[in-house]
């Protein structure tokens, strides 16, 4: 269900599942590492006018394609608004979560993530979005994610170290410049050892679901995205499929 992606941020304490592409030795299974949040910080901007890489206002001409954007600080173009450089900060793992209103009404916003990579949200039996076609499946505009009131429907989670790249489509006869509402919450967290006797037992009710908790997947789209050995090695974690967890 597509609701307020107010209603699906974490508050300090909460019990969560971090979905991952692949368990551990486990190609092709979805695998999980289980935490609680230590420190959560609200991170709003609102309006964000689309720039480009030189920090100029970007102007979309009537039925015109952008290229693929970061998402950058209008004050210091070098910087992106949605990357964190460090995997761990303050002594903890930290993470984004949010989502991403837009207007005007009839701008298109093609997500990638990370940059670079092809555009989930397509059915699986079509050919991949094209962006600069303006194909009318897999973007994020006003209806289905209002600038006011973000919504899920592209709830995104974003580790550190990673880029998220948009490409915007204009289907009106007039020109528009994209603007954005920036609605995210950093969260910085603990994570339990399922090998830990006195840890395994929270992780085993996370995972049969006998404790709240949020189940969140790390990107957004058809697959969550890999995990990979750095970020691994520097959070100390390995995820598991969620019948090990309930084990």
Do not use: C
């Not at 550190?160 to 007039?174: R, V």
């Not at 085993?204 to 949020?214: G, H, N, Q």
């Amino acid at each position: 269900m597509i609701r307020s992606i107010y209603d699906r941020m974490l508050e300090p304490n909460y019990l969560f599942a971090l979905e991952w592409r692949d368990a551990v030795d486990r190609p092709g299974s979805s695998g999980y590492i289980f935490g609680r949040t230590i420190r959560v910080q609200h991170k709003f901007w609102k309006p964000y006018a689309v720039i480009d890489g030189s920090g100029t206002a970007v102007d979309i001409a009537a039925t015109s394609a952008q290229a693929e954007l970061r998402v950058r600080d209008s004050r210091n173009a070098e910087n992106d608004i949605l990357y964190l450089d460090e995997e761990v900060k303050g002594g903890y793992p930290w993470f984004l979560h949010g989502a991403i209103g837009i207007k005007p009404e009839p701008v298109r916003a093609y997500l990638r993530f990370p940059e670079g990579r092809d555009i989930p949200g397509k059915f699986p039996n079509v050919d991949p979005i094209r962006p600069s076609q303006g194909d009318s499946l897999g973007y994020l505009d006003a209806f289905n994610s209002p600038y006011n009131n973000p919504s899920t429907m592209f709830e995104m989670v974003i580790p550190p170290k990673q880029h998220l790249g948009i490409e915007y489509y204009n289907t009106d006869s007039l020109a528009h410049q994209p603007v954005l509402n920036l609605a995210f919450a950093l969260y910085w967290v603990q994570f339990f050892d399922p090998a830990d006797p006195k840890q395994k037992t929270i992780v085993r009710k996370i995972a049969s679901r006998e404790v709240p908790a949020a189940y969140l997947s790390v990107g957004f789209g058809d697959t969550p995205m890999e995990m990979g050995s750095p970020l691994q090695k520097s959070w100390n974690v390995k995820p598991i499929t969620l019948m090990e967890a309930m084990q």
